[in-house]
């Protein structure tokens, strides 16, 4: 059970902390490596769509930088999410991928996608321990096959 300081998971500062998790800093970045130090413990254990389970900072940077070599850009539209206390977020989002040599004008593939994140709190920030992410990727992976990614 996490012991989770309740001004971290008001509304307001879940808001940030996802604009921020998602922002320029965050995914939108595609630097894995920061996005996985600023976002995840040290154990994290993330189940990623039908892809097997992976456990730790080092195996999940190596496999947000496989997805991430392939892309020019990704962005998340999170409309609502839910905290349900001690620690766990729900949070759809709207995904848009945009493979690399794509037009960023007409080629961003737009996916939904629904997390789960069990959070806990390290030097004053969120971090997330465990995240359970449930998409059908398959337009993805598929465009990246034909431009010769995968």
């Given at each position: 059970?996490?012991?989770?300081?309740?001004?971290?998971?008001?509304?307001?500062?879940?808001?940030?902390?996802?604009?921020?998790?998602?922002?320029?800093?965050?995914?939108?970045?595609?630097?894995?490596?920061?996005?996985?130090?600023?976002?995840?413990?040290d154990d994290i254990e993330?189940?990623?769509?039908?892809?097997?389970?992976?456990?730790?900072?080092?195996?999940?940077?190596?496999?947000?930088?496989?997805q991430y070599r392939a892309?020019?850009?990704?962005?998340?539209?999170?409309?609502?999410?839910?905290?349900?206390?001690?620690?766990?977020?729900?949070?759809?989002?709207?995904?848009?991928?945009?493979?690399?040599?794509?037009?960023?004008?007409?080629?961003?593939?737009?996916?939904?996608?629904?997390?789960?994140?069990?959070?806990?709190?390290?030097?004053?920030?969120?971090?997330?321990?465990?995240?359970?992410?449930?998409?059908?990727?398959?337009?993805?992976?598929?465009?990246m096959k034909t431009k010769?990614?995968?």
């Open positions: 059970m996490a012991n989770i300081n309740p001004d971290l998971v008001t509304k307001a500062a879940l808001r940030a902390w996802l604009n921020e998790v998602h922002g320029p800093n965050g995914t939108a970045s595609l630097d894995a490596k920061r996005v996985v130090e600023d976002t995840f413990t993330l189940r990623y769509g039908n892809y097997p389970p992976v456990t730790g900072k080092e195996t999940v940077t190596g496999f947000f930088e496989m892309l020019d850009g990704m962005t998340h539209e999170v409309p609502e999410f839910d905290f349900i206390a001690p620690d766990k977020l729900y949070q759809p989002a709207r995904v848009g991928w945009l493979v690399k040599g794509d037009d960023p004008d007409k080629d961003w593939i737009m996916i939904q996608a629904m997390s789960t994140f069990w959070l806990t709190e390290e030097d004053s920030k969120l971090k997330i321990r465990k995240a359970e992410i449930v998409l059908d990727a398959n337009a993805v992976v598929e465009r010769g990614w995968m």
